[in-house]
């Protein structure tokens, strides 16, 4: 079982603890006078600790389909070897952070916090870089079939917020590239 199916699971079965509680208080005749913010505490610690590791997870799923990235075109040597050094330089942010020397799941180990956020900074400028090639890379296709390609080779990180920002502007070009080939096909035909 992977990493990514347990925390779901943990996450389930935290959420079905909160839903039973609630439920049970809801059926009580008697009023529970515990303070619900505090009764859930840990609990709720607990649950945003996997999130972050499930974010740290899918993070690593999704920049290790760079490894397998090749790039045509004109600029496609240069935007290969940036993308391998971007990949490099993701893998080094990994492995920087699971050296530390407290177990991650532990919430009494406030130092994950500020881990956590140096590794999540260090992955938005690598996002950027990323963006940033992606764009050119676009742009330096010359046809449509080329760049819908292109956006193909990079299935799972054109989720990422930074990326999606800096795509919504190619998508206008893309349709309207798009609207100009089927005029063309359409005159032709």
Same mark, same amino acid.
């Given at each position: ?6 925390? @779901? ?60 990235? #090749?790039?045509?075109? @004109?600029?496609?040597? @240069? ?5 391998? %050094? ?21 919430? #009494? ?11 999540? %900074?260090?992955?938005? #400028? ?37 990326? %999606?920002? #800096? ?17 063309? @096909?359409?005159?032709?035909?």
């Amino acid at each position: 079982m992977d990493a990514h199916t347990k925390l @779901t699971l943990a996450l389930e079965v935290c959420s079905k603890f909160k839903d039973a509680y609630f439920e049970y208080k809801g059926k009580s005749k008697n009023q529970w006078k515990i303070s619900t913010n505090a009764l859930f505490v840990r609990l709720d610690a607990f649950s945003e600790r996997c999130q972050d590791i499930m974010h740290l997870t899918g993070t690593i799923q999704q920049f290790n389909k760079l490894q397998k990235i #090749e790039i045509g075109n @004109t600029k496609g040597k @240069t935007m290969t070897a940036t993308i391998m %050094q971007i990949y490099t330089e993701f893998n080094k942010a990994v492995e920087d952070f699971m050296t530390v020397t407290y177990d991650i799941m532990d919430i #009494e180990k406030r130092e994950f916090d500020d881990d956590f956020f140096k590794f999540r %900074q260090r992955i938005k #400028e690598l996002e950027r870089r990323l963006a940033s090639v992606l764009t050119q890379s676009f742009d330096d296709c010359d046809t449509i079939i080329g760049k819908f390609k292109l956006l193909e080779s990079f299935e799972g990180l054109l989720t990422r917020p930074i990326i %999606q920002d #800096e795509l919504e502007r190619k998508q206008i070009t893309l349709l309207e590239l798009y609207k100009q080939d089927l005029k063309i @096909t359409q005159q032709i035909f």
